[in-house]
Protein backbone atom coordinates (compact mmCIF):
# COMPACT_ATOMS: atom_id res chain seq x y z
CA UNK A 1 0.00 0.00 0.00
CA UNK A 2 1.49 3.79 -1.06
CA UNK A 3 1.61 6.00 1.76
CA UNK A 4 -0.05 9.46 0.52
CA UNK A 5 2.54 11.88 0.87
CA UNK A 6 2.08 15.05 3.22
CA UNK A 7 2.09 18.58 1.35
CA UNK A 8 3.15 20.06 4.06
CA UNK A 9 6.80 21.58 4.75
CA UNK A 10 9.18 23.51 6.44
CA UNK A 11 10.11 27.16 5.08
CA UNK A 12 13.59 25.84 5.13
CA UNK A 13 12.50 22.87 2.80
CA UNK A 14 9.75 23.60 1.10
CA UNK A 15 10.41 23.93 -2.79
CA UNK A 16 8.17 26.40 -4.13
CA UNK A 17 9.92 28.96 -1.39
CA UNK A 18 13.30 29.73 -3.74
CA UNK A 19 14.55 33.13 -4.73
CA UNK A 20 16.61 33.17 -7.69
CA UNK A 21 16.64 29.15 -7.16
CA UNK A 22 18.20 29.39 -3.71
CA UNK A 23 16.09 28.58 -0.47
CA UNK A 24 14.30 31.57 0.70
CA UNK A 25 14.17 31.15 4.19
CA UNK A 26 17.45 32.38 5.57
CA UNK A 27 16.51 35.64 7.59
CA UNK A 28 20.03 35.93 8.81
CA UNK A 29 20.92 36.84 4.99
CA UNK A 30 18.37 39.26 4.10
CA UNK A 31 18.76 42.75 4.42
CA UNK A 32 16.88 44.47 6.83
CA UNK A 33 16.02 48.26 7.45
CA UNK A 34 15.53 49.70 10.55
CA UNK A 35 12.14 51.97 11.55
CA UNK A 36 14.41 55.06 11.42
CA UNK A 37 15.60 53.81 7.88
CA UNK A 38 19.27 52.82 8.45
CA UNK A 39 20.40 48.91 7.59
CA UNK A 40 21.51 46.75 10.17
CA UNK A 41 23.34 43.86 11.46
CA UNK A 42 21.20 40.73 11.00
CA UNK A 43 23.45 39.25 13.87
CA UNK A 44 20.59 37.00 15.92
CA UNK A 45 17.78 37.75 13.88
CA UNK A 46 16.23 34.93 14.42
CA UNK A 47 14.90 35.70 17.51
CA UNK A 48 13.43 38.58 16.38
CA UNK A 49 9.42 38.91 17.10
CA UNK A 50 7.35 38.93 13.71
CA UNK A 51 5.10 42.07 14.04
CA UNK A 52 3.59 41.89 10.42
CA UNK A 53 3.22 40.48 7.39
CA UNK A 54 1.28 41.69 4.40
CA UNK A 55 1.53 41.03 0.95
CA UNK A 56 2.98 43.99 -1.64
CA UNK A 57 3.58 44.96 -4.90
CA UNK A 58 6.16 47.10 -6.29
CA UNK A 59 5.61 49.95 -8.77
CA UNK A 60 5.96 47.18 -11.55
CA UNK A 61 3.38 45.11 -9.84
CA UNK A 62 5.70 42.60 -9.10
CA UNK A 63 4.27 40.56 -5.70
CA UNK A 64 6.59 40.33 -2.68
CA UNK A 65 6.12 40.29 1.01
CA UNK A 66 6.56 42.76 3.92
CA UNK A 67 7.87 41.55 6.81
CA UNK A 68 8.40 43.32 10.00
CA UNK A 69 10.07 41.98 13.34
CA UNK A 70 10.96 43.46 16.80
CA UNK A 71 14.22 42.94 17.23
CA UNK A 72 16.10 44.52 20.26
CA UNK A 73 13.21 47.09 20.90
CA UNK A 74 13.71 48.40 17.09
CA UNK A 75 11.64 47.15 14.23
CA UNK A 76 13.17 46.30 11.50
CA UNK A 77 11.48 45.43 7.74
CA UNK A 78 12.57 43.42 4.57
CA UNK A 79 11.17 42.89 1.60
CA UNK A 80 10.95 38.86 0.32
CA UNK A 81 10.22 37.57 -3.44
CA UNK A 82 9.49 34.26 -5.07
CA UNK A 83 10.89 33.28 -8.41
CA UNK A 84 7.02 31.30 -8.21
CA UNK A 85 5.25 34.69 -7.16
CA UNK A 86 1.60 32.54 -6.70
CA UNK A 87 2.50 31.47 -3.48
CA UNK A 88 2.90 34.76 -2.06
CA UNK A 89 -0.76 35.88 -0.73
CA UNK A 90 -0.98 32.04 1.09
CA UNK A 91 2.63 32.61 2.79
CA UNK A 92 1.63 36.06 3.39
CA UNK A 93 -1.33 35.01 4.98
CA UNK A 94 -0.26 31.90 6.57
CA UNK A 95 3.20 34.23 8.89
CA UNK A 96 1.11 36.41 9.59
CA UNK A 97 -1.50 34.35 12.07
CA UNK A 98 1.95 33.52 13.55
CA UNK A 99 2.52 37.31 14.98
CA UNK A 100 4.57 37.48 18.28
CA UNK A 101 6.69 34.03 17.39
CA UNK A 102 9.85 34.67 16.50
CA UNK A 103 11.85 33.43 13.35
CA UNK A 104 13.89 30.38 14.83
CA UNK A 105 9.88 29.40 15.96
CA UNK A 106 8.92 29.66 13.06
CA UNK A 107 11.40 28.12 10.68
CA UNK A 108 10.55 25.17 12.38
CA UNK A 109 6.92 25.20 11.89
CA UNK A 110 5.05 23.04 9.58
CA UNK A 111 2.97 24.78 6.70
CA UNK A 112 0.28 23.64 4.21
CA UNK A 113 0.79 23.77 0.70
CA UNK A 114 1.67 26.99 -0.83
Given at each position: ????????????????????????????????????????????????????????AD????????????????????????????????????????????????????????
Amino acid sequence: MKRKQSTDSTLQNNPKLRWRGKPLWNPSSWSWIQSNGSTISSDGIEQGKLVNARMFADQDGAAAIELSIMFEGVTRSTLLRLDDSTGILSLSEQLNELRGFTFRQIAGMTFSQL
